[in-house]
């Protein structure tokens, strides 16, 4: 089945900088890649998402690029701000109805 | 937008006693939920997948005697813990994908805290 690996596991990061987060996948045919952020005690929330015939995809302060022949995607948080403060989970899926399995999550802590 | 409304939000039971956990898809139809389950500062692991009229499919290692899926309509899907033990206390959401929501296909259900004592 699907492994994902996210990295790193804690980031810390001043207010303003940007935070990266990479994950690898291990099935080639995983053709659909979200990513979630969570506060403590809440759902998941799809922050943003890039299918595999996309190589990069932004949105505002948050942007998302896959690299299909190493099979790994990262995320990317420009100017960050406390309230970004959270996990982050990645997630990788065959398509956009398949289960998905989970990184591990990233707990990404901005300093003011 | 879509919303899952998942109940309750938490709950303590007594060991050897079970617990429902429902989950509503709000103003959409529901064609197929998964429900995972996640423990203090890890990740969502999938415990089952289930699709409207048929029987959920559960991941290695889940004990589909012990956590009983229904799927019974487009709109709820629920999860039952039975004889539930303390290792069965965590985090439970559910997760519900419908194709006309279109790039935003999954949406997640609030999440319900089990305590078991």
């Known amino acids: 089945g699907e492994n994902v690996e996210q990295h790193p596991s804690t980031l810390s990061v001043q207010e303003g900088d940007s935070a990266v987060i990479k994950c690898t996948y291990s099935?080639?045919?995983?053709?659909?890649f979200p990513w979630y952020k969570q506060e403590l005690g809440k759902r998941p929330q799809l922050i943003i998402d890039i299918r595999s015939n996309v190589g990069e995809k932004k949105d505002q302060r948050i942007a998302v690029t896959l690299n299909k022949t190493a099979k790994h995607f990262s995320l990317h948080i420009t100017e960050t701000q406390p309230e970004d403060s959270a996990v982050y989970f990645c997630?990788?899926?065959?398509?956009?109805?398949?289960?998905?399995?989970f990184g591990d999550g990233t707990t990404l802590t901005v300093k003011p | 937008g879509a919303v899952v409304s998942q109940h309750p939000s938490w709950v303590i039971c007594k060991s050897g006693t079970s617990v429902k956990i429902e989950c509503r898809s709000l103003d959409f139809q529901a064609t197929t939920m998964f429900w995972y389950r996640q423990f203090p500062k890890q990740s969502l692991m999938l415990m089952a997948t289930s699709n409207e009229g048929s029987k959920a499919t559960y991941e290695q290692g889940v004990e589909k005697d012990k956590f009983l899926i229904n799927h019974a309509s487009l709109t709820l899907s629920t999860l039952t813990v039975t004889s539930a033990h303390p290792e069965d206390s965590s985090f439970y959401i559910c997760?519900?994908?419908?194709?006309?929501?279109?790039?935003?296909?999954?949406?997640f259900g609030s999440g319900t805290r089990l305590t078991v004592v």
């Open positions: 997760s519900a994908y419908t194709p006309v929501q279109g790039p935003y296909g999954y949406t």
């Open positions: 099935d080639s045919a995983s053709n659909y």
């Open positions: 997630a990788a899926s065959k398509d956009n109805a398949g289960k998905s399995t």
